[in-house]
């Protein structure tokens, strides 16, 4: 806690606690502005005097923030700061600034919303994480009159692998494959939908050819990829284009004379649906 005059921002009381948080004795800073050690939360930036939660409060206004850092001992901390105003009849006569470390809630948070949209194995979005990207990423498309493309691909010989080397091995298979696909695609992407998917296909199957020669694993990764393509008129969804090109990989397996060279990696596109406008 740490109390204020209204009219000039200097300390009447700081107690104990304050100090513990902050690392050094508010009480001793006589302007607010000159809190040191004060950042914007996950940047190097001061925090903005002008954003401290007491300007707010010596204007009548209660306020808090919670996207503020202070680096103790060269560790950032997260803080919710409070700063309420303290009347004498109509008289804004003190500001009450309550400090609270919430870095580890905030920790527990983070840990929690990445379990529930991270695949724990591989690192990139689970079916619950990709849809809520994949369905913003097709609101941009429609927004901006763009095509996307879905890639629904399979890693072929799975069940091979578990039965002959262990499940800890295909474990190994399905993230080295992941590892692939990740390399593949675009820092802005959802993992499975990036354009010029011929290009993709092709820097995709040199990498598993090179992965197979230098891995020194006893089995190889070849992967079969379903395509299907969203055009920005339809009102095609995401669960729509996931089962198009859920079908197509399948179809994929079957097709003896595919276009695509053989190889580790064999895709098959289905046919683009465009529902006009009526």
């Known amino acids: 806690m740490d109390v204020r005059d209204a009219d000039t921002g200097e300390p009447v009381y700081a107690n104990q606690v304050a100090g513990r948080i902050l690392g050094y004795d508010p009480g001793k800073v006589v302007a607010p ?20 939660p007491l300007a707010q409060a010596r204007q009548g ?45 905030r920790q527990m948070a983070e840990e929690l919303r990445k379990l529930s949209v991270v695949d724990e194995l591989t690192g990139v ?3 619950r994480g990709f849809l809520l990207a994949a369905r913003t990423e097709l609101r941009r498309a429609q927004l901006a009159r ?28 399905i993230g080295a494959t992941a590892g692939l696909l990740r390399a593949n695609t675009r820092r ?3 993992l499975g ?17 090179r992965h197979n020669d230098s891995a020194g694993q006893p089995y190889e990764l070849a ?15 995401i669960e729509e284009l996931i089962d198009r090109a859920d079908a197509a990989m399948y179809l994929a397996r079957e097709l003896d004379d ?11 596109a289905r046919p683009r649906i465009t529902h006009e406008r009526g």
Not at 82 to 101: F, H, K, N, S
Not at 194 to 203: F, N, P, S, T, V
Not at 223 to 237: I, P
Not at 258 to 268: L, S, W, Y
């Open 193 to 209: 939908r990036i354009g010029g998917d011929e290009l993709w296909a092709r820097r995709l199957r040199d990498q598993v050819d």
């Open 61 to 105: 206004h209660t306020a808090s923030v919670d996207d503020l850092e202070v680096e103790v001992d060269a560790q950032r901390r997260r803080l919710e700061v409070v700063a309420t105003p303290i009347r004498d009849g109509d008289e804004i006569r003190y500001v009450l600034v309550a400090l609270a470390d919430i870095t580890a809630e």
């Open 146 to 173: 763009r095509p996307a493309v879905l890639l629904f691909i399979d890693l072929d010989g799975l069940k091979r692998i578990n039965d002959t080397y262990g499940h800890s091995a295909g474990d190994h298979a």
């Open 33 to 52: 502005e000159d809190l040191p050690n004060l950042y914007t939360s996950g940047t190097g930036e001061p925090f903005p005097p002008e954003r401290l």
């Open 188 to 190: 802005g992407d959802v």
């Open 125 to 127: 979005n689970n079916r």
């Open 223 to 237: 992967v079969t990829v379903g395509v299907s393509v969203f055009n920005h008129d339809s009102s095609t969804t």
């Open 258 to 268: 595919r276009q695509e060279p053989t190889g580790p990696v064999r895709i098959h």
